[in-house]
């Protein structure tokens, strides 16, 4: 995994985009707690690898943060 973009809110990390769901890598959930989003925010851009394809994947958590985001 490598990082495109540094994260877009301060002390939280990106994921790895592999451990990340279907619906986490597409921002229908949060790539953090994998809550349904309703009300989001960026955290950033990774590079997701899957077989030969390279895709960059802009990742989305809930708005407020939820409590994984603020115990990082």
Same mark, same amino acid.
């Given at each position: 995994? *490598?990082? #495109? ?7 939280? =990390?990106?994921?790895?985009?592999? /451990?990340? /769901? ?11 707690? !994998? ?9 950033? *851009? #990774?590079?997701? *690898?899957? !077989?030969? /394809? /390279?895709? #960059?994947? =802009? ?14």
């Amino acid at each position: 995994m *490598t990082a #495109v973009t540094p994260p877009a809110l301060p002390g939280i =990390e990106l994921p790895n985009p592999d /451990t990340l /769901t279907g619906p986490q890598l597409q921002g229908w959930h949060c790539a953090l707690c !994998g809550a349904r989003l309703f009300a989001d925010q960026r955290l950033g *851009t #990774v590079e997701w *690898t899957c !077989g030969s /394809t /390279t895709e #960059v994947v =802009e990742l989305w958590v809930c708005r407020p943060l939820c409590t994984e985001a603020a115990g990082a």
